[in-house]
């Protein structure tokens, strides 16, 4: 789990999260309460809503706190932390000062060998490390993401091998909400026009007027 504290990712995440919560306050207030509150359907609708959009900030959360994929700078790494990036990485220790110091000191800092294959592996020039094939270096990260498909401010992360999937899940929950209420508002348009109305007032005396069709 990461969090970076990068100053415009985390006003872009937050100002992401805002957003989303304005658009559930809209849908909820502006259009199911003042059409639909009065049938089974207003009770759907939300429930129906709020579950796609709670699914959008599940993967942006989790696609913001994974690590895509960060490359280590050395081999003179701990055990755990590059096991932990990648346990297909790095293997069985190559080098170690002694076996039994292992063992009675607990000591986990030793010479892990990455497992190259072949030689396409190359050099990063700015951080100094070998990375594998699709592997790019981060200027905001300042660090080689593999297969490094962007950095996005929105989710205060780049988008690499691990949260490719988080990223993506979160575009098709955010496409999903916006075809939601995109409906929402053609059919309390078509509803409001066709009985020439404009709803109950909801909760805040808010009605459905701007859903109405008025004939210039």
Same mark, same amino acid.
């Given at each position: 789990?990461?969090?970076?504290?990068?100053?415009?990712?985390?006003?872009?995440?937050?100002?992401?999260?805002?957003?989303?919560?304005?658009?559930?306050? !809209?849908?909820? @207030?502006? #259009?199911?309460?003042? *059409?639909?509150?009065?049938?089974? &359907?207003?009770?759907?609708?939300?429930?129906?809503?709020? *579950?796609?959009?709670? #699914?959008?900030?599940?993967?942006?959360?989790?696609?913001?706190?994974?690590?895509?994929?960060? !490359?280590?700078? @050395?081999?003179?790494? *701990?055990?755990?932390?590059?096991?932990?990036?990648?346990?297909?990485?790095?293997?069985?220790?190559? +080098?170690? %000062?002694? $076996?039994?110091? %292992? /063992?009675? /000191?607990?000591?986990? +800092?030793?010479?892990?060998?990455?497992?190259?294959?072949? %030689?396409?592996?190359?050099?990063?020039?700015?951080? $100094?490390?070998?990375?594998?094939?699709?592997?790019?270096?981060?200027?905001?990260?300042?660090?080689? !993401?593999?297969?490094?498909?962007?950095?996005?401010?929105? +989710?205060? @992360?780049?988008?690499? $091998?691990?949260?490719?999937?988080?990223? #993506?899940?979160?575009?098709?929950?955010?496409?999903?909400?916006?075809?939601?209420?995109?409906?929402?508002? +053609?059919?309390? &348009?078509?509803?409001? =026009?066709?009985? =020439?109305?404009?709803?109950?007032?909801?909760?805040?005396?808010?009605?459905?007027?701007?859903?109405?069709?008025?004939?210039?």
């Amino acid at each position: 789990m990461i969090l970076r504290r990068d100053p415009c990712g985390v006003l872009c995440a937050l100002l992401t999260y805002a957003a989303m919560i304005y658009a559930d306050y !809209v849908v909820i @207030n502006w #259009l199911v309460a003042p *059409t639909f509150s009065q049938s089974l &359907w207003g009770v759907t609708h939300v429930i129906l809503f709020n *579950t796609v959009l709670f #699914l959008a900030f599940i993967a942006h959360f989790r696609a913001m706190v994974t690590d895509p994929g960060i !490359v280590p700078i @050395n081999a003179n790494a *701990t055990i755990g932390s590059c096991r932990r990036l990648d346990p297909r990485l790095y293997g069985r220790p190559a +080098v170690s %000062e002694s $076996e039994n110091d %292992e /063992s009675d /000191s607990g000591a986990d +800092v030793m010479m892990l060998k990455p497992k190259f294959v072949g %030689e396409d592996w190359s050099i990063c020039t700015r951080c $100094e490390s070998y990375r594998p094939p699709r592997a790019h270096h981060c200027r905001v990260c300042r660090r080689c !993401v593999r297969k490094m498909d962007h950095h996005c401010p929105w +989710v205060n @992360n780049c988008v690499g $091998e691990f949260n490719q999937k988080y990223f #993506l899940q979160f575009l098709l929950y955010v496409g999903l909400s916006s075809s939601y209420a995109l409906g929402l508002v +053609v059919a309390a &348009w078509v509803y409001h =026009d066709d009985r =020439d109305s404009v709803g109950i007032n909801g909760l805040y005396g808010q009605n459905a007027r701007h859903a109405r069709m008025y004939p210039f």
